[in-house]
């Protein structure tokens, strides 16, 4: 009697199976990181946005007073980033006590960016009238 060599068909089915299903665990992973290198990008877009306006808005005030940032906007976005959904606003408030000290006048800025309607970023400052 002989002893064979070799696999047999059946280890052979086996082992590629396996293979696939290992194959496709990590295919699975692939692409979850793609998905998420995606959301990263727009939520990092949508800060250097607030964080533009919001230059903006301390520049105005230091050019033109505290009056000046009173009727602040934030200057329009470009149009590649108009084109891509993005949309910002900025809402100036006042507000007395709180992180505001007595006989100051003080303006909360909130400025959010927006990626086809849904806020990405948000950014609140503080102005105060020294």
């Known amino acids: 009697m002989t002893r064979q060599t070799g696999f047999s068909l059946i280890e052979l089915v086996l082992s590629l ?3 696939a299903l290992g194959s496709v665990v990590v295919a699975t992973q692939f692409g979850q990181g793609s998905r998420g290198l995606g959301v990263d990008e727009t939520v990092q ?3 250097q946005l607030a964080q533009r306006c919001a230059e903006h808005l301390i520049e105005t005030r ?3 007073g505290y009056a000046g940032a ?3 906007t934030c ?3 470009p149009a590649a980033m108009t084109s891509l ?3 910002q606003s900025l809402n100036l408030a006042p507000i007395a006590g709180g992180p505001c000290p007595t006989g100051v006048n003080c303006l909360r800025a909130r400025i959010q960016v927006l990626k086809q309607g ?3 970023s948000e950014l609140v400052l503080l102005l105060a009238e020294y």
Do not use: D, E, I
């Open 118 to 120: 849904a806020p990405q």
């Open 75 to 77: 200057p329009a976005l």
């Open 17 to 19: 199976l396996l293979l």
């Open 85 to 87: 959904g993005y949309t």
């Open 70 to 72: 009173t009727t602040a």
């Open 62 to 64: 230091r050019r033109n």
């Open 45 to 47: 877009t949508a800060a």
